[in-house]
């Protein structure tokens, strides 16, 4: 079993010796850049300018505090009198406060409530969104060239020009 691989590659290095190589030009015929289409991404952004409300406070007139300061007085007045003890200063305290509460109300009765308000305003809005360019590029070039009478048909990375360096490898063939 050892002497048949051990003949075995004795007789593929002799064959092996036999076949003889070098390198030559060949005339190139045709150079056909071959594409590719692909999408690019890029950003695409706009502007907008929107109205929305914008909350205020509705104001119809300027407060008015006298009546709160002398309704304050008032009934200060009237709970100390009335008021024995030592609930007189509690008199006195509840008196004055609901004194100016009414003082108050009846100075800016006229007044409605205060409500909120909406007034409109602008902001500007920015929107981007992504957007695919479609684009072709060369990825090789499907070369035709000659070769001692013979067509051959390969694709390359770049155009070769009017030659093309080949390897030629002449081997005998076994009958």
Known sequence: MKRLVIASL????????QAQSF?????????????????VPRNECSSQWINEPRR??????DRQYGGAIVGGLAGGV?????????????ATALGA?????????????????????????????????TVYDPQTRITGYRVTYEY?????????????????P???TVQPIEQ
């Open 10 to 17: 004795f007789a593929t290095t002799l064959l092996g010796a």
């Open 23 to 39: 390198t030559d030009n060949a005339r190139v015929r045709s150079a056909e850049p071959q594409y590719e289409s692909i999408n």
């Open 56 to 61: 205020g406070v509705y104001q119809s007139q």
């Open 78 to 90: 009237i709970g100390h009198q009335i008021g024995g003890g030592s609930g007189k200063d509690a």
């Open 97 to 129: 406060v609901l004194g100016a509460i009414t003082g108050d109300r009846l100075e800016n009765r006229d007044q409605g409530p205060q409500y909120p308000q909406y007034e409109d305003g602008q902001r500007e809005v920015k929107r981007c969104r």
């Open 148 to 164: 001692r009478g013979q067509q051959y048909t390969t694709v390359m990375r770049s155009n070769p020009g009017n030659s093309l």
């Open 166 to 168: 080949v390897h030629v």
